[in-house]
């Protein structure tokens, strides 16, 4: 199936080619689009650099920061009648490209195939521990909320079939964080469409620091109790 690698970036300048390499290396007939939300590191100039040297690759430029979810949506909007699979996927390294070849000899037979920190054969490295108690604890609490059994919902490397993707209102999505992943996931369950969980390796950046923060933990928080409250009320 024809497959487009969605990589968001916000001054990644520094793992950019690194990982546009190794997808290529491991994957070579997936295509990339780079979706660069106006870095001032100059993120944006290197991606379009890089298209000279690889054919595969595309660059969508957003004139701003606006959250991962609005930059996800938008590189949805940009392929889903182009292609058949399309994956999320970070720019800052913590995903193994090769990874990528399990989940795609996956995706055939499901809808959406989850790299998973969460399940057996998956592991994180250099995490502290908290970060640990706290996406362990994020995913507890979103399948207590949601009645989901999924390991690890709030991961970032994923792959959908774009004929489920045309089946939800993506207009309608605008959760950001690792809460947009909990909410795809919850809106693909709903419309009944198979997911797969395979186990991963995530790496812990060792260059540039972390989009986490607080808001975007108090958002999934939120997020997930209302989904939660009004799961409850409407069974």
């Known amino acids: 199936m024809k497959t487009r690698v969605l990589v968001p970036t916000y001054q990644e300048l520094h793992t950019l080619a690194s990982i546009v390499h190794r997808i290529f290396e491991h994957n070579p007939e997936v295509h990339v689009l780079v979706i660069d939300d106006n870095s001032p590191d100059g993120t944006g100039k290197l991606a379009d650099q890089l298209k000279a040297k690889y ?78 108690i706290l996406s362990r604890g994020g995913n507890s609490y979103a399948r207590l909320m949601l009645g989901i059994d999924i390991g690890d919902a709030t991961g970032g490397f994923r792959a959908y079939k774009t004929t489920a993707l045309k089946q939800l209102d993506l207009s309608d999505i605008d959760s950001q964080g690792y809460c947009f992943q909990v909410d795809m996931v919850r809106r693909l369950l709903k419309k009944g469409f198979k997911i797969k969980e395979v186990p991963i390796t995530f790496t812990e950046r060792t260059i540039g620091t972390s989009k986490m923060s607080r808001n975007i933990v108090l958002e999934a928080f939120l997020r997930i109790g209302i989904w939660g409250l009004q799961r409850a009320f409407t069974r």
Not at 92 to 111: A, C, F, M, R, W
């Open 55 to 132: 054919s595969n690759l595309e660059v969508l430029h957003r004139k701003s920061k606006n959250g991962l979810g609005a930059a996800y949506i938008d590189g949805f909007n940009n392929s889903i009648n182009e292609f058949d699979v399309l994956v999320e996927m970070d720019a800052d390294g913590s995903h193994d490209p090769q990874d990528l070849v399990t989940i795609l000899k996956e995706i055939d037979n499901y809808d959406c195939v989850l790299g998973s920190r969460w399940v057996p054969g998956g592991k994180v490295i250099n995490w502290p521990k908290s970060r640990e």
